[in-house]
């Protein structure tokens, strides 16, 4: 049963992107791995800005910053 954990910061995904997030990795692991789509698990985390660094510095201040 394959599990996949997306994380995608929380800046305003629609459900229709995150279903087809859904059923792109899905459709991947079946075409790449032959794996049954009906145990297959996705999980989608939507992390706020401030709670996601990149070279020591949150998204949120980077966004700020252009970076």
Known sequence: MPFV????TKD???AEQKAALI???TQLLVDVLGKNPKTTVVIIDEVDTDNWGIGGESVTSRRKQGI
């Open 5 to 8: 954990n997306i994380r995608i």
């Open 12 to 14: 305003g995904a629609t």
């Open 23 to 25: 059923q792109g990795t």
